[in-house]
Protein backbone atom coordinates (compact mmCIF):
# COMPACT_ATOMS: atom_id res chain seq x y z
CA UNK A 1 0.00 0.00 0.00
CA UNK A 2 1.17 3.45 -0.57
CA UNK A 3 1.85 5.64 1.82
CA UNK A 4 -0.60 8.67 0.08
CA UNK A 5 -3.09 6.28 0.57
CA UNK A 6 -2.12 4.96 4.35
CA UNK A 7 -2.42 8.85 5.05
CA UNK A 8 -6.29 8.81 3.12
CA UNK A 9 -7.22 5.40 4.95
CA UNK A 10 -7.10 7.00 8.43
CA UNK A 11 -9.93 8.92 7.37
CA UNK A 12 -11.73 6.14 7.59
CA UNK A 13 -12.04 6.43 11.03
CA UNK A 14 -14.46 9.09 10.90
CA UNK A 15 -14.16 12.59 9.07
CA UNK A 16 -13.22 14.19 12.27
CA UNK A 17 -10.49 12.03 13.42
CA UNK A 18 -7.19 13.91 11.94
CA UNK A 19 -3.89 12.45 11.72
CA UNK A 20 -1.51 14.96 13.76
CA UNK A 21 -0.04 16.85 10.62
CA UNK A 22 3.49 15.62 11.28
CA UNK A 23 5.50 14.16 8.12
CA UNK A 24 8.11 11.08 8.86
CA UNK A 25 10.11 13.09 7.25
CA UNK A 26 9.83 16.04 9.43
CA UNK A 27 13.01 13.65 11.30
CA UNK A 28 13.61 13.15 15.13
CA UNK A 29 14.03 16.25 16.21
CA UNK A 30 10.74 17.44 17.14
CA UNK A 31 11.79 17.26 20.63
CA UNK A 32 9.76 17.37 23.76
CA UNK A 33 10.59 21.12 24.96
CA UNK A 34 8.25 23.73 24.28
CA UNK A 35 10.93 25.86 22.43
CA UNK A 36 12.67 25.03 19.36
CA UNK A 37 9.45 23.08 18.20
CA UNK A 38 9.27 23.78 13.99
CA UNK A 39 5.97 22.92 13.22
CA UNK A 40 2.56 25.14 14.22
CA UNK A 41 0.89 22.81 15.71
CA UNK A 42 -0.07 23.32 19.69
CA UNK A 43 -0.84 19.09 19.38
CA UNK A 44 2.43 17.75 17.81
CA UNK A 45 2.32 14.88 19.91
CA UNK A 46 -1.51 13.72 19.40
CA UNK A 47 -4.03 12.07 21.47
CA UNK A 48 -3.99 9.30 23.15
CA UNK A 49 -6.87 7.66 25.86
CA UNK A 50 -6.34 4.68 27.96
CA UNK A 51 -7.01 2.53 31.17
CA UNK A 52 -10.76 2.30 30.29
CA UNK A 53 -13.18 1.39 32.85
CA UNK A 54 -16.74 1.44 33.14
CA UNK A 55 -17.10 4.68 34.26
CA UNK A 56 -14.42 6.41 33.30
CA UNK A 57 -11.33 6.67 30.79
CA UNK A 58 -8.12 8.58 30.75
CA UNK A 59 -7.41 11.12 27.96
CA UNK A 60 -3.79 12.48 27.30
CA UNK A 61 -2.20 15.62 25.21
CA UNK A 62 0.89 17.67 25.32
CA UNK A 63 1.18 21.20 24.51
CA UNK A 64 4.33 21.65 22.10
CA UNK A 65 3.86 26.04 21.57
CA UNK A 66 6.11 28.33 22.97
CA UNK A 67 3.15 29.54 25.48
CA UNK A 68 2.15 25.93 26.22
CA UNK A 69 1.82 27.19 30.23
CA UNK A 70 0.26 30.39 29.52
CA UNK A 71 -3.40 29.52 28.72
CA UNK A 72 -6.00 27.24 29.83
CA UNK A 73 -5.97 24.15 27.80
CA UNK A 74 -9.50 22.75 27.31
CA UNK A 75 -10.62 19.04 27.14
CA UNK A 76 -14.08 17.86 26.10
CA UNK A 77 -15.69 14.18 25.88
CA UNK A 78 -18.85 14.00 23.58
CA UNK A 79 -20.89 11.29 22.53
CA UNK A 80 -20.85 12.18 18.93
CA UNK A 81 -17.59 13.15 16.61
CA UNK A 82 -19.13 16.29 15.52
CA UNK A 83 -18.97 17.42 19.47
CA UNK A 84 -23.00 18.20 19.27
CA UNK A 85 -23.58 16.31 22.59
CA UNK A 86 -20.57 17.32 24.39
CA UNK A 87 -21.02 15.60 28.02
CA UNK A 88 -18.01 16.29 30.25
CA UNK A 89 -15.73 19.49 29.56
CA UNK A 90 -13.11 21.09 31.34
CA UNK A 91 -9.69 23.22 31.86
CA UNK A 92 -5.81 22.73 33.30
CA UNK A 93 -2.63 24.50 32.77
CA UNK A 94 -0.05 22.66 31.57
CA UNK A 95 3.55 22.96 33.12
CA UNK A 96 7.57 22.23 32.47
CA UNK A 97 6.76 19.86 36.25
CA UNK A 98 4.73 17.48 34.12
CA UNK A 99 6.89 18.50 30.35
CA UNK A 100 3.82 20.27 29.44
CA UNK A 101 1.63 16.93 29.17
CA UNK A 102 -1.88 16.28 30.43
CA UNK A 103 -3.55 13.61 31.67
CA UNK A 104 -7.42 13.25 32.45
CA UNK A 105 -9.01 10.63 34.70
CA UNK A 106 -12.67 11.73 32.77
CA UNK A 107 -15.38 9.96 35.49
CA UNK A 108 -19.31 9.81 35.51
CA UNK A 109 -19.45 8.56 32.09
CA UNK A 110 -22.29 5.52 31.12
CA UNK A 111 -20.74 1.84 30.20
CA UNK A 112 -20.04 0.21 27.43
CA UNK A 113 -20.10 3.27 25.38
CA UNK A 114 -18.70 5.12 22.59
CA UNK A 115 -17.05 8.78 23.24
CA UNK A 116 -15.00 10.89 21.33
CA UNK A 117 -12.64 12.79 23.05
CA UNK A 118 -10.84 16.35 21.63
CA UNK A 119 -8.73 19.52 23.32
CA UNK A 120 -8.47 23.12 22.46
CA UNK A 121 -5.62 25.35 23.00
CA UNK A 122 -5.47 28.90 22.00
CA UNK A 123 -8.12 28.51 19.36
CA UNK A 124 -6.75 25.31 17.77
CA UNK A 125 -8.27 21.83 18.32
CA UNK A 126 -6.79 18.90 18.79
CA UNK A 127 -7.13 15.63 16.53
CA UNK A 128 -10.25 13.69 17.65
CA UNK A 129 -9.70 10.18 19.57
CA UNK A 130 -12.41 7.69 20.25
CA UNK A 131 -12.60 5.31 23.19
CA UNK A 132 -15.02 3.09 24.68
CA UNK A 133 -16.20 2.28 28.34
CA UNK A 134 -16.25 -1.59 29.27
CA UNK A 135 -19.67 -3.06 30.08
CA UNK A 136 -20.75 -3.83 33.46
CA UNK A 137 -22.59 -6.62 32.32
CA UNK A 138 -23.14 -7.64 29.03
CA UNK A 139 -19.70 -7.57 26.92
CA UNK A 140 -21.10 -10.18 24.24
CA UNK A 141 -16.99 -10.52 22.63
CA UNK A 142 -13.96 -8.27 23.27
CA UNK A 143 -11.68 -7.80 20.66
CA UNK A 144 -7.61 -6.48 21.91
CA UNK A 145 -4.55 -5.93 19.53
CA UNK A 146 -1.75 -7.41 21.22
CA UNK A 147 1.25 -5.37 20.72
CA UNK A 148 4.64 -5.37 21.95
CA UNK A 149 8.63 -4.29 21.35
CA UNK A 150 7.80 -1.23 19.08
CA UNK A 151 11.64 -0.20 18.15
CA UNK A 152 11.62 3.14 16.34
CA UNK A 153 14.84 3.29 14.40
CA UNK A 154 14.74 -0.64 13.57
CA UNK A 155 11.34 0.15 11.21
CA UNK A 156 8.20 1.70 10.34
CA UNK A 157 5.37 1.05 12.77
CA UNK A 158 3.34 -0.36 9.80
CA UNK A 159 1.64 -2.85 12.21
CA UNK A 160 0.42 0.14 14.43
CA UNK A 161 -0.78 1.57 11.13
CA UNK A 162 -2.91 -1.82 10.65
CA UNK A 163 -4.24 -1.85 13.78
CA UNK A 164 -5.73 2.37 13.77
CA UNK A 165 -7.44 1.28 10.32
CA UNK A 166 -9.50 -1.52 11.98
CA UNK A 167 -12.42 0.15 14.46
CA UNK A 168 -13.15 -3.06 15.65
CA UNK A 169 -10.98 -3.03 18.52
CA UNK A 170 -12.21 -2.26 22.08
CA UNK A 171 -8.88 -1.68 23.16
CA UNK A 172 -4.78 -2.03 22.64
CA UNK A 173 -2.59 -4.18 24.70
CA UNK A 174 0.82 -3.50 24.88
CA UNK A 175 3.03 -5.54 27.07
CA UNK A 176 6.02 -3.79 26.97
CA UNK A 177 8.70 -1.93 25.28
CA UNK A 178 7.13 1.01 23.97
CA UNK A 179 10.08 2.57 23.20
CA UNK A 180 14.20 1.89 23.45
CA UNK A 181 17.07 3.42 25.55
CA UNK A 182 19.57 3.12 23.13
CA UNK A 183 21.59 5.06 21.07
CA UNK A 184 22.62 6.00 17.58
CA UNK A 185 24.68 2.64 16.72
CA UNK A 186 23.00 0.61 19.45
CA UNK A 187 20.70 -2.49 19.48
CA UNK A 188 18.93 -2.18 16.55
CA UNK A 189 19.61 0.74 15.01
CA UNK A 190 21.63 -0.82 11.84
CA UNK A 191 19.03 0.95 9.04
CA UNK A 192 17.81 3.77 11.35
CA UNK A 193 19.65 6.51 9.04
CA UNK A 194 18.72 4.92 5.85
CA UNK A 195 14.94 4.81 7.82
CA UNK A 196 15.41 8.30 8.98
CA UNK A 197 14.39 7.31 12.39
CA UNK A 198 17.63 7.97 13.89
CA UNK A 199 17.11 7.57 17.75
CA UNK A 200 16.64 11.15 19.76
CA UNK A 201 18.62 11.96 21.77
CA UNK A 202 21.76 10.24 19.50
CA UNK A 203 23.44 8.92 22.69
CA UNK A 204 21.49 6.37 25.34
CA UNK A 205 18.60 8.03 27.80
CA UNK A 206 19.40 8.28 31.16
CA UNK A 207 18.55 11.75 32.49
CA UNK A 208 14.86 12.86 33.08
CA UNK A 209 15.23 15.31 30.33
CA UNK A 210 16.37 12.29 27.69
CA UNK A 211 14.05 9.88 28.64
CA UNK A 212 11.17 12.76 28.00
CA UNK A 213 12.74 13.74 24.59
CA UNK A 214 13.06 9.51 23.63
CA UNK A 215 9.38 9.67 24.71
CA UNK A 216 8.70 12.93 22.79
CA UNK A 217 10.03 11.09 19.73
CA UNK A 218 8.07 8.08 19.71
CA UNK A 219 4.81 9.83 19.92
CA UNK A 220 6.16 12.16 16.86
CA UNK A 221 5.20 9.10 14.89
CA UNK A 222 2.28 9.56 12.70
CA UNK A 223 1.13 5.26 12.90
CA UNK A 224 1.39 5.58 16.31
CA UNK A 225 -0.58 8.90 16.92
CA UNK A 226 -2.92 7.14 14.55
CA UNK A 227 -3.46 4.18 16.57
CA UNK A 228 -3.57 6.23 20.37
CA UNK A 229 -6.20 8.02 18.60
CA UNK A 230 -8.33 5.06 16.80
CA UNK A 231 -8.35 3.13 20.51
CA UNK A 232 -7.87 3.18 24.21
CA UNK A 233 -4.59 1.91 25.26
CA UNK A 234 -3.82 -0.41 28.17
CA UNK A 235 -0.36 -0.95 28.98
CA UNK A 236 2.49 -2.10 31.80
CA UNK A 237 6.08 -1.50 30.80
CA UNK A 238 8.96 -3.99 30.38
CA UNK A 239 13.04 -3.27 30.54
CA UNK A 240 13.92 -1.05 28.03
CA UNK A 241 11.24 2.17 28.73
CA UNK A 242 13.81 1.94 32.08
CA UNK A 243 17.05 -0.16 31.06
CA UNK A 244 17.40 -3.42 29.47
CA UNK A 245 17.09 -6.70 31.80
CA UNK A 246 16.00 -4.56 34.61
CA UNK A 247 15.10 -5.79 38.23
CA UNK A 248 13.55 -4.38 41.30
CA UNK A 249 16.58 -3.04 42.41
CA UNK A 250 18.46 -2.93 39.33
CA UNK A 251 20.11 -3.56 35.95
CA UNK A 252 23.51 -4.77 34.35
CA UNK A 253 24.30 -1.54 33.36
CA UNK A 254 23.90 0.00 36.70
CA UNK A 255 25.41 -1.94 39.30
CA UNK A 256 25.53 0.68 41.92
CA UNK A 257 22.23 1.30 43.65
CA UNK A 258 21.98 5.11 43.97
CA UNK A 259 22.54 5.02 39.99
CA UNK A 260 19.82 2.91 39.35
CA UNK A 261 17.49 4.66 41.76
CA UNK A 262 18.37 7.91 39.86
CA UNK A 263 17.44 6.51 36.43
CA UNK A 264 14.78 4.56 37.22
CA UNK A 265 13.03 7.25 39.00
CA UNK A 266 13.63 9.45 36.09
CA UNK A 267 12.67 6.84 33.09
CA UNK A 268 9.18 6.69 35.51
CA UNK A 269 8.70 10.31 35.90
CA UNK A 270 8.56 10.35 32.17
CA UNK A 271 6.83 7.40 31.35
CA UNK A 272 3.69 8.47 33.91
CA UNK A 273 3.91 11.72 32.02
CA UNK A 274 3.70 10.76 28.54
CA UNK A 275 1.70 7.65 28.74
CA UNK A 276 -2.09 7.47 28.97
CA UNK A 277 -2.12 5.23 32.03
CA UNK A 278 -3.90 5.91 35.13
CA UNK A 279 -1.80 6.57 38.43
CA UNK A 280 -1.41 5.37 41.90
CA UNK A 281 0.42 6.14 44.32
CA UNK A 282 1.92 2.95 44.72
CA UNK A 283 3.74 3.57 41.44
CA UNK A 284 2.27 0.06 40.49
CA UNK A 285 1.53 -0.79 36.81
CA UNK A 286 -0.32 -4.14 38.04
CA UNK A 287 -4.03 -3.59 37.44
CA UNK A 288 -6.95 -4.78 36.91
CA UNK A 289 -10.12 -4.78 33.88
CA UNK A 290 -12.87 -6.02 34.11
CA UNK A 291 -15.23 -6.64 30.54
CA UNK A 292 -18.64 -7.28 31.83
CA UNK A 293 -19.26 -11.41 33.03
CA UNK A 294 -16.64 -12.16 29.41
CA UNK A 295 -13.24 -11.97 30.66
CA UNK A 296 -11.36 -10.36 33.67
CA UNK A 297 -8.00 -9.03 32.91
CA UNK A 298 -5.11 -8.59 35.08
CA UNK A 299 -2.40 -6.68 34.00
CA UNK A 300 1.17 -8.03 35.26
CA UNK A 301 4.45 -6.10 36.48
CA UNK A 302 7.02 -8.83 35.63
CA UNK A 303 9.75 -6.58 35.57
CA UNK A 304 10.30 -3.99 38.53
CA UNK A 305 7.84 -4.45 41.11
CA UNK A 306 9.00 -7.64 42.57
CA UNK A 307 11.41 -9.62 40.52
CA UNK A 308 14.80 -10.56 41.91
CA UNK A 309 17.78 -10.39 40.31
CA UNK A 310 18.15 -13.13 37.31
CA UNK A 311 20.03 -15.67 38.27
CA UNK A 312 23.54 -16.03 37.17
CA UNK A 313 23.51 -18.77 33.94
CA UNK A 314 26.26 -21.45 35.64
CA UNK A 315 25.02 -21.56 39.01
CA UNK A 316 21.16 -21.81 37.05
CA UNK A 317 22.66 -24.94 35.51
CA UNK A 318 24.33 -26.35 38.35
CA UNK A 319 20.69 -26.32 40.39
CA UNK A 320 21.40 -23.39 42.74
CA UNK A 321 19.67 -19.25 42.26
CA UNK A 322 16.38 -21.59 41.19
CA UNK A 323 13.93 -20.07 43.87
CA UNK A 324 14.14 -16.33 42.73
CA UNK A 325 10.61 -14.22 43.14
CA UNK A 326 9.35 -12.61 40.02
CA UNK A 327 6.05 -11.04 40.68
CA UNK A 328 6.85 -10.06 44.57
CA UNK A 329 4.59 -11.27 47.78
CA UNK A 330 2.48 -8.28 47.08
CA UNK A 331 1.95 -8.77 43.38
CA UNK A 332 0.60 -12.26 44.14
CA UNK A 333 -1.52 -11.18 47.30
CA UNK A 334 -3.34 -8.27 44.89
CA UNK A 335 -3.38 -11.27 42.10
CA UNK A 336 -5.19 -13.13 44.17
CA UNK A 337 -7.49 -10.84 45.36
CA UNK A 338 -8.40 -10.30 41.53
CA UNK A 339 -8.66 -13.94 40.72
CA UNK A 340 -10.94 -14.48 43.55
CA UNK A 341 -13.32 -12.07 42.90
CA UNK A 342 -14.05 -12.14 39.63
CA UNK A 343 -14.24 -16.16 39.00
CA UNK A 344 -17.53 -15.32 37.20
CA UNK A 345 -16.55 -14.18 34.23
CA UNK A 346 -15.87 -16.61 31.46
CA UNK A 347 -12.58 -15.73 30.78
CA UNK A 348 -9.19 -15.37 32.64
CA UNK A 349 -6.72 -13.24 31.01
CA UNK A 350 -3.08 -12.26 32.19
CA UNK A 351 -1.43 -9.61 30.53
CA UNK A 352 2.69 -9.94 31.23
CA UNK A 353 5.76 -9.27 30.02
CA UNK A 354 8.07 -12.00 29.74
CA UNK A 355 7.96 -15.60 28.21
CA UNK A 356 5.95 -18.04 30.99
CA UNK A 357 6.42 -21.24 28.60
CA UNK A 358 9.56 -23.07 28.92
CA UNK A 359 12.16 -22.53 25.66
CA UNK A 360 14.64 -24.52 25.76
CA UNK A 361 17.64 -24.52 22.99
CA UNK A 362 17.55 -27.01 20.39
CA UNK A 363 21.00 -28.68 19.26
CA UNK A 364 21.60 -26.01 16.27
CA UNK A 365 24.86 -27.55 15.06
CA UNK A 366 24.58 -28.00 11.47
CA UNK A 367 21.49 -25.77 11.77
CA UNK A 368 22.24 -22.03 12.70
CA UNK A 369 24.82 -20.22 10.29
CA UNK A 370 27.84 -19.58 12.66
CA UNK A 371 28.93 -17.34 10.03
CA UNK A 372 25.78 -15.69 9.18
CA UNK A 373 24.65 -12.09 10.47
CA UNK A 374 23.24 -13.09 13.59
CA UNK A 375 22.56 -10.07 16.56
CA UNK A 376 24.54 -12.08 19.17
CA UNK A 377 27.38 -11.73 17.08
CA UNK A 378 26.72 -7.77 16.70
CA UNK A 379 26.38 -6.64 19.91
CA UNK A 380 28.29 -9.63 22.21
CA UNK A 381 31.06 -10.89 19.92
CA UNK A 382 31.42 -13.71 17.26
CA UNK A 383 33.04 -16.21 19.58
CA UNK A 384 29.62 -15.89 22.29
CA UNK A 385 27.65 -16.43 19.11
CA UNK A 386 29.74 -19.70 18.00
CA UNK A 387 29.66 -20.73 21.46
CA UNK A 388 25.75 -20.34 22.29
CA UNK A 389 25.92 -22.68 19.54
CA UNK A 390 28.22 -25.23 20.02
CA UNK A 391 26.77 -25.45 23.55
CA UNK A 392 23.56 -25.87 22.20
CA UNK A 393 23.20 -29.79 22.25
CA UNK A 394 22.93 -29.37 25.66
CA UNK A 395 19.68 -28.34 25.57
CA UNK A 396 19.19 -25.77 28.28
CA UNK A 397 16.54 -22.39 28.24
CA UNK A 398 17.13 -20.14 26.06
CA UNK A 399 16.16 -16.57 28.26
CA UNK A 400 16.98 -16.52 31.83
CA UNK A 401 15.55 -13.09 31.50
CA UNK A 402 12.47 -14.59 31.20
CA UNK A 403 10.15 -17.27 33.86
CA UNK A 404 12.48 -20.06 32.62
CA UNK A 405 15.07 -18.17 34.96
CA UNK A 406 12.34 -17.95 37.98
CA UNK A 407 10.98 -22.11 37.51
CA UNK A 408 9.98 -21.92 41.47
CA UNK A 409 7.99 -18.81 40.75
CA UNK A 410 6.37 -20.16 38.09
CA UNK A 411 5.21 -22.97 39.57
CA UNK A 412 3.68 -20.66 42.38
CA UNK A 413 2.45 -18.22 39.95
CA UNK A 414 0.45 -21.66 37.95
CA UNK A 415 -0.81 -23.14 40.41
CA UNK A 416 -2.79 -19.90 41.56
CA UNK A 417 -4.06 -19.61 38.28
CA UNK A 418 -5.23 -23.16 38.50
CA UNK A 419 -6.99 -22.52 41.63
CA UNK A 420 -9.83 -19.60 40.18
CA UNK A 421 -11.43 -19.84 37.40
CA UNK A 422 -11.35 -22.32 34.09
CA UNK A 423 -10.57 -20.67 31.03
CA UNK A 424 -6.92 -18.86 31.09
CA UNK A 425 -5.51 -16.77 28.57
CA UNK A 426 -1.93 -15.36 29.15
CA UNK A 427 -1.10 -12.59 26.66
CA UNK A 428 2.77 -12.52 26.71
CA UNK A 429 5.23 -10.10 24.73
CA UNK A 430 9.19 -9.64 25.02
CA UNK A 431 10.62 -12.22 23.15
CA UNK A 432 10.02 -10.85 19.51
CA UNK A 433 8.94 -13.85 18.14
CA UNK A 434 4.74 -15.21 17.58
CA UNK A 435 4.14 -17.72 19.71
CA UNK A 436 1.65 -20.34 20.78
CA UNK A 437 1.70 -22.47 23.73
CA UNK A 438 -0.15 -24.87 25.96
CA UNK A 439 1.62 -25.17 29.57
CA UNK A 440 0.56 -27.74 31.81
CA UNK A 441 -0.03 -26.69 35.33
CA UNK A 442 2.69 -28.51 37.69
CA UNK A 443 0.52 -31.24 39.77
CA UNK A 444 -2.33 -31.36 37.43
CA UNK A 445 -0.50 -32.89 34.30
CA UNK A 446 -4.14 -33.05 32.34
CA UNK A 447 -4.74 -29.23 32.80
CA UNK A 448 -3.36 -27.14 30.55
CA UNK A 449 -2.49 -23.26 30.37
CA UNK A 450 -2.87 -21.15 26.71
CA UNK A 451 0.24 -18.49 26.18
CA UNK A 452 -0.60 -16.58 23.31
CA UNK A 453 2.64 -14.46 22.43
CA UNK A 454 2.60 -11.60 19.85
CA UNK A 455 5.89 -10.89 17.70
CA UNK A 456 7.43 -7.46 17.80
CA UNK A 457 5.88 -4.42 16.60
CA UNK A 458 9.49 -4.15 14.75
CA UNK A 459 12.34 -5.33 17.17
CA UNK A 460 14.55 -7.75 15.79
CA UNK A 461 13.45 -11.79 16.01
CA UNK A 462 14.66 -14.94 17.62
CA UNK A 463 16.20 -15.44 13.54
CA UNK A 464 17.67 -12.18 13.29
CA UNK A 465 19.54 -14.30 16.28
CA UNK A 466 20.26 -17.24 14.89
CA UNK A 467 20.11 -17.33 11.25
CA UNK A 468 19.99 -20.45 9.54
CA UNK A 469 22.02 -22.41 7.51
CA UNK A 470 20.82 -22.92 3.87
CA UNK A 471 17.75 -25.25 3.48
CA UNK A 472 17.99 -25.78 7.73
CA UNK A 473 15.51 -23.85 9.51
CA UNK A 474 16.58 -22.63 13.43
CA UNK A 475 12.65 -22.44 14.01
CA UNK A 476 11.49 -26.03 13.07
CA UNK A 477 14.29 -26.98 15.28
CA UNK A 478 13.09 -24.77 18.12
CA UNK A 479 9.87 -26.32 17.67
CA UNK A 480 10.54 -29.59 17.66
CA UNK A 481 12.46 -29.45 20.85
CA UNK A 482 9.14 -27.68 22.76
CA UNK A 483 6.51 -30.08 21.46
CA UNK A 484 4.27 -28.11 23.35
CA UNK A 485 4.21 -25.00 21.09
CA UNK A 486 2.00 -25.06 18.19
CA UNK A 487 3.92 -22.07 16.53
CA UNK A 488 6.57 -20.13 16.61
CA UNK A 489 7.74 -17.69 13.86
CA UNK A 490 10.62 -15.88 15.31
CA UNK A 491 11.03 -13.91 11.74
CA UNK A 492 7.50 -11.83 11.38
CA UNK A 493 6.57 -8.50 12.47
CA UNK A 494 3.23 -8.15 13.74
CA UNK A 495 0.70 -8.13 16.41
CA UNK A 496 -2.04 -10.52 18.09
CA UNK A 497 -5.57 -9.88 17.03
CA UNK A 498 -7.79 -11.65 19.89
CA UNK A 499 -11.08 -11.78 19.47
CA UNK A 500 -12.85 -13.52 22.70
CA UNK A 501 -17.02 -14.31 23.17
CA UNK A 502 -19.06 -16.21 25.26
CA UNK A 503 -17.99 -20.07 23.16
CA UNK A 504 -14.39 -19.19 22.59
CA UNK A 505 -11.49 -17.23 22.12
CA UNK A 506 -9.91 -16.95 18.83
CA UNK A 507 -6.33 -15.46 18.01
CA UNK A 508 -4.87 -15.32 15.16
CA UNK A 509 -1.03 -13.67 14.57
CA UNK A 510 -0.95 -11.22 12.05
CA UNK A 511 2.07 -9.81 10.12
CA UNK A 512 3.46 -7.43 7.95
CA UNK A 513 5.68 -8.35 5.47
CA UNK A 514 8.22 -5.07 5.69
CA UNK A 515 9.11 -2.54 8.39
CA UNK A 516 11.92 -1.26 5.66
CA UNK A 517 8.99 0.46 3.24
CA UNK A 518 5.45 1.76 3.71
CA UNK A 519 4.57 -0.56 0.82
CA UNK A 520 3.70 -3.54 2.48
CA UNK A 521 1.19 -6.26 3.17
CA UNK A 522 -0.74 -7.66 5.59
CA UNK A 523 -1.35 -11.66 6.45
CA UNK A 524 -2.39 -14.18 9.07
CA UNK A 525 0.08 -16.74 9.92
CA UNK A 526 -1.57 -18.61 12.28
CA UNK A 527 -4.74 -18.99 14.57
CA UNK A 528 -5.34 -20.27 17.34
CA UNK A 529 -9.04 -21.16 18.63
CA UNK A 530 -9.71 -22.08 21.98
CA UNK A 531 -13.06 -23.47 23.31
CA UNK A 532 -14.54 -22.56 26.51
CA UNK A 533 -14.75 -25.17 28.98
CA UNK A 534 -18.08 -25.56 30.71
FE1 LIG B 1 11.69 -5.92 23.31
Given amino acids: MKRRKLIRSAGLLGSTLAVAPLAHSSGVSTGSGPKGVEKNSAFLHGVASGDPLQDRFIIWTRISSDDAGSGPLHWLVAS ?10 GQLTVSAERDFTAKIDVAGLQEGRQYFYRFVFAGEQSPVGQCRTLATKNHLSARLAVVSCSNFPAGY ?53 DYRKRHGQY ?16 CVWDDHEFANNAWQNGSPKEGDESNWLKRKNAALQAYYEWMPVRENSEHGINRHFRFGNLLSLSMLDTRLKGREKQPNRKAFTLGFQQDREMLGEAQQIWLEEQLKSSQDTVWTVIGQQVLLSSLNTPDLNGIADPEGDSMFARYRSRKHYKNTIS ?10 DAWDGYP ?7 KLLSKYGKNHIVLTGDIHTGICSEIPVPGEETKKITELVTASVTSPGLDDYFPSLPDKSVGEAFQQKNPHMSYINGKDKGWLDVNFTKENVEANWKVVDSIDSYNYNVSTKFTKTVQVQS
Avoid: C, W
Wanted: hydrophobic share 35%; aromatic share 12%; net charge negative.
Fill in 80 to 89: DRDFNNVLRQ
Fill in 157 to 209: FNVYREIAKDPGYDAVLHLGDYLYEYGQGGYATENAEALNRVPFPQTEIKSLS
Fill in 219 to 234: KSDVDLQAMHAAHPMI
Fill in 391 to 400: NSHYGLPLLL
Fill in 408 to 414: KARERFL
